[in-house]
């Protein structure tokens, strides 16, 4: 903790409280945008920043393709590298080094005061005790008590924080869509200024992308409904060997990751807590699309709570965020319908089959050390944690990888009999 924020002693417990004006759980674009604006524009604030990750940035689990204005949103410029590429033919878009602009973001709001506390993760809040509320944070260290008046959920899809405080129920397994994505360098590309989504009919109506990130560089993926997940990596790797827009080239790293295929959430507030970006499933469901929506949302919570002042933070007054988030629902509603009738169009067969028996799982191995890392990452809360450590629930798994990924001891892996991903972690070399 440094002097920006508040020691004092909790006489009930005889334990220290950190005590701050706003505690930011995630250090995505949404957090660190809220986080940006309450900063910029009122300096005294006592504003803690927390992310589960050891470095905001990374890794990435995202294509990084937004709009150009994205920087007008947060209101700060891009710095050198921030934009990888500008996407000539595709009107508006660019492609974001998003490892770069997070952790230029959090070194830039440590430098206005903000304290950023990077592998730290928050893991119990309090119901509002009419002036805030009580939160427990995890890190290395330990688990200390932060009490603040105002809560920023921004802990993406899989957000704890806005179950905990009982405001949100983990999403079910065909409310998200799975992704797998491979960088791709020193390739030909047809069309490097242009960005390609190709819904096709053997992926339920879901999509492969190609999006160029330089004149021989691009993320190539697809976005399938988890179900479809089994064989994700041979699927893939068959349609760009089809692919005729790109040839050549090696596999720089993979990206495996889900985002939320249904409605945005609508109740985004309580007691001294709002909801942003994905933590609120502010992404849209045809495309995946969320950084924008995530910017967006986090400024325009900062600027309610900044209007609202200090101690007025109560449900009633932070009800108004539901209706400024409205041209943003509008968007995404409209964008639902359209993902809605692909579905009906495509059909969704396969779907019971893999959810009733032998689909992709995660599993424990022996090398799992119990640290309970992988419990926030998991988008169904399907690992909890028990009284040796933690287990899976294999009813509630969808085998998306991302606690595979995620572990750095390896203690998780990805149970197929049936096909052969490849989720062993860390970056996959060719
Ligand atoms: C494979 C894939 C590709 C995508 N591609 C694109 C794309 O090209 N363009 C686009 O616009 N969108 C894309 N998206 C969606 C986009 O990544 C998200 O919508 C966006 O990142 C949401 O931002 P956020 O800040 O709300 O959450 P996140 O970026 O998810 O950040 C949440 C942060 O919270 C932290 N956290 C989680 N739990 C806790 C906790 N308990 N305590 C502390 N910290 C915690 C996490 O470590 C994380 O850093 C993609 C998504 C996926 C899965």
């Known amino acids: 903790m440094n002097d920006r924020t508040t020691i004092r002693r909790d006489p009930?417990?005889?334990?220290?409280?950190?005590?701050?004006?706003?505690?930011?759980?995630?250090?995505?674009?949404?957090?660190l945008t809220a986080a940006y604006t309450l900063k910029r524009h009122a300096q005294n604030l006592r504003v803690l920043l927390i992310d589960s990750r050891d470095r905001i940035g990374t890794p990435v689990r995202c294509a990084e393709l937004t709009h150009k204005n994205l920087f007008e949103v947060i209101g700060l410029e891009p710095?050198?590298?921030?934009?990888?590429?500008?996407?000539?033919?595709?009107?508006?878009?660019?492609?974001?080094?998003?490892?770069?602009?997070?952790?230029?973001?959090?070194?830039?709001?440590?430098?206005?005061?903000?304290?950023?506390?990077?592998?730290?993760?928050?893991?119990?809040?309090?119901?509002?005790?009419?002036?805030?509320?009580?939160?427990?944070?995890?890190?290395?260290?330990?688990?200390?008590?932060?009490?603040?008046?105002?809560?920023?959920?921004?802990?993406?899809v899989s957000s704890s924080t806005a179950s905990l405080a009982g405001i949100s129920s983990p999403l079910a397994l065909d409310q998200l869509c799975s992704c797998l994505a491979y960088r791709i360098e020193g390739a030909w590309l047809e069309e490097p200024a242009n960005v390609m989504f190709d819904f096709r009919p053997e992926l339920e109506g879901h999509y492969f992308w190609i999006i160029p990130s330089g004149i021989d560089e691009a993320s190539v993926g697809v976005g399938v409904p988890p179900h479809l997940g089994e064989g994700l990596q041979n699927r893939l790797d068959a349609i760009i060997r089809e692919c005729p827009l790109i040839e050549g080239g090696r596999v720089t790293s993979t990206v495996v990751g889900s985002y939320p295929a249904v409605r945005a959430a609508r109740r985004v507030h309580a007691d001294g807590l709002i909801v942003v970006g994905g933590a609120a499933r502010l992404v849209d469901a045809l495309s995946g699309e969320g950084i924008r929506q995530a910017v967006h949302s986090g400024r325009l919570a900062a600027e309610l709570a900044l209007e609202r002042g200090p101690d007025n933070l109560g449900e009633e007054d932070l009800a108004e965020f539901a209706e400024r988030l409205s041209p943003i629902y509008e968007h995404l509603d409209e964008e639902i319908e359209k993902f809605h009738s692909l579905r009906d169009r495509f059909g969704r067969s396969a779907a019971k089959r893999l959810m009733v028996s032998d689909r992709v799982i995660a599993k424990l191995n022996q090398?799992?050390?119990?640290?309970?890392?992988c419990v926030a990452l998991c988008p169904t809360q399907a690992i909890r944690v028990i009284p040796r450590g933690i287990e899976v629930r294999e009813d509630q798994c969808i085998g998306c990888g991302h606690c595979v990924w995620e572990c750095g001891v390896r203690g998780m892996e990805i149970h197929d009999p049936r096909s052969s991903i490849d989720y062993s972690g860390g970056t996959r070399q060719t």
């Open 367 to 373: 090398e799992c050390t119990g640290c309970t890392g």
């Open 12 to 31: 009930v417990i005889e334990s220290e409280v950190v005590e701050v004006d706003v505690l930011v759980v995630g250090g995505g674009p949404a957090g």
């Open 79 to 156: 710095r050198d590298g921030w934009i990888r590429w500008i996407l000539e033919k595709s009107e508006g878009l660019i492609v974001i080094d998003r490892a770069r602009v997070e952790a230029g973001l959090a070194r830039h709001l440590e430098s206005m005061g903000v304290c950023v506390e990077e592998g730290s993760s928050l893991i119990g809040i309090q119901e509002h005790d009419g002036a805030g509320r009580m939160t427990l944070v995890e890190s290395d260290t330990g688990v200390k008590r932060v009490w603040a008046r105002l809560v920023i959920a921004a802990d993406g």
